[in-house]
């Protein structure tokens, strides 16, 4: 009997060994991804946009004065002094005088043109929100658009952190004084 507790015990050690000698397995994550965060955000921001587009389609088929335009960028405008000789907008790293306001879409100030004043901006080498970004470079010297911003084209899901809330679309009449060319880019020429 001692010896077949002997052997019995040997084999138990040798297949211990053996065992508990194979590589390590991964483990598997406590939780798994599934995406669904990212595709209900997609779906609530889908719904948000639509919601904008149809608030601005509806002010704009109330104005029954002036002709409104859609920009391939994803905003409205409407032109309340139009320049039709010169041909000239702005470029990247030209520097354009303007001056505007930005209110709500049914026109109540947010920020007056006396509280922005008149402003500086060197295309695309400055920070400002994309919509004046885009309008700007569509504009000729003289112009005055007003345009319907959606809050993705506007300051977004953070507002600006002062008068401009989350997702707010806004509405904004923009003068484009003067465009001074790019030095670099006129000597390059």
């Known amino acids: 009997m001692n010896n077949i507790y002997r052997i019995f015990l040997q084999s138990f050690c040798i297949g211990l060994l053996l065992f508990s000698c194979k590589t390590p397995e991964a483990r598997r994550p406590v939780s798994q991804q599934s995406g669904s965060f990212i595709r209900e955000s997609v779906a609530r921001n889908k719904k948000l946009v639509a919601y904008e587009e149809a608030l601005i389609d ?3 088929k109330q104005d029954t004065i002036n002709t409104y335009h859609a920009s391939p960028n994803g905003f409205w405008y ?3 002094t139009k320049i039709g ?5 702005p470029q990247f790293g030209d520097l354009v005088n303007f001056d505007y306001d930005i209110s709500t879409l049914i026109g109540q100030p947010i920020y007056t043109r006396e509280e922005l004043g008149t402003r500086e ?4 080498q400055e920070s400002v929100f994309i919509g004046l ?6 504009m000729k010297p003289g112009e005055t658009l007003t345009f319907y911003f959606p809050s ?6 953070y507002g600006d952190n ?14 484009l004084n003067s465009i001074e060319l790019n030095k670099e880019k006129q000597l390059n020429d």
Do not use: C, E, V
């Not at 993705?152 to 899901?157: E, S």
């Open 152 to 157: 993705h084209k506007a300051f977004g899901y």
């Open 58 to 60: 509806s002010i704009i």
């Open 121 to 124: 901006y060197a295309i695309d």
């Open 133 to 138: 970004r885009q309008a700007l470079k569509m």
């Open 85 to 89: 000789k010169d041909t000239l907008t």
């Open 162 to 175: 002062q008068k401009i809330g989350r997702n707010l679309p806004i509405r904004s009449t923009i003068t």
């Open 78 to 80: 409407r032109y309340d």
